[in-house]
């Protein structure tokens, strides 16, 4: 079982930044796939970026549309950390982020139903 845990959400000024954080349990991300989701009331949870991580780091990156050139997905020191920096947001990016991972490269990195493991999530508000 793996359990994540993501921090460094709040509440920031169109324009601003943030970064979050996922920790995982595990000793390393090596051979997962990782991903942040997120979701805005109302909604349906979606996928913001992934990464397919090798023994090395991040292998492999995907970003939504919506997100690129903005959001930097990164591997911290800490193997089993991986971190979200979002630049430029805005308004819009408002939302519950989840990271989610998966202990292989297989399937979408996209889908929700791909995932098995899930963080409690961390809120991002994004004021005009």
């Known amino acids: 079982q793996v359990q994540l845990v993501e921090s460094g959400g709040g509440s920031v000024q169109a324009g601003g930044s943030l970064r979050l954080s996922c920790a995982a349990s595990v000793i390393t991300f090596s051979s997962y796939r990782v991903a942040w989701f997120r979701q805005a009331p109302g909604k349906e949870r979606e996928a913001v970026a992934a990464?397919?991580?090798?023994?090395?780091?991040?292998?492999?990156?995907n970003y939504a549309d919506s997100v690129k050139g903005r959001f930097t997905i990164s591997q911290d020191n800490a193997k089993n950390r991986l971190s979200l920096q979002m630049n430029s947001l805005k308004p819009e990016d408002t939302a519950m982020y989840y990271c989610?991972?998966?202990?292989?490269?297989?399937?979408?990195?996209?889908?929700?139903?791909?995932?098995?493991?899930w963080g409690q999530g961390t809120q991002v508000t994004v004021s005009p």
């Open positions: 989610a991972a998966r202990t292989n490269w297989g399937g979408s990195w996209y889908r929700p139903a791909d995932f098995g493991y």
């Open positions: 990464a397919g991580i090798g023994v090395d780091g991040i292998r492999s990156v």
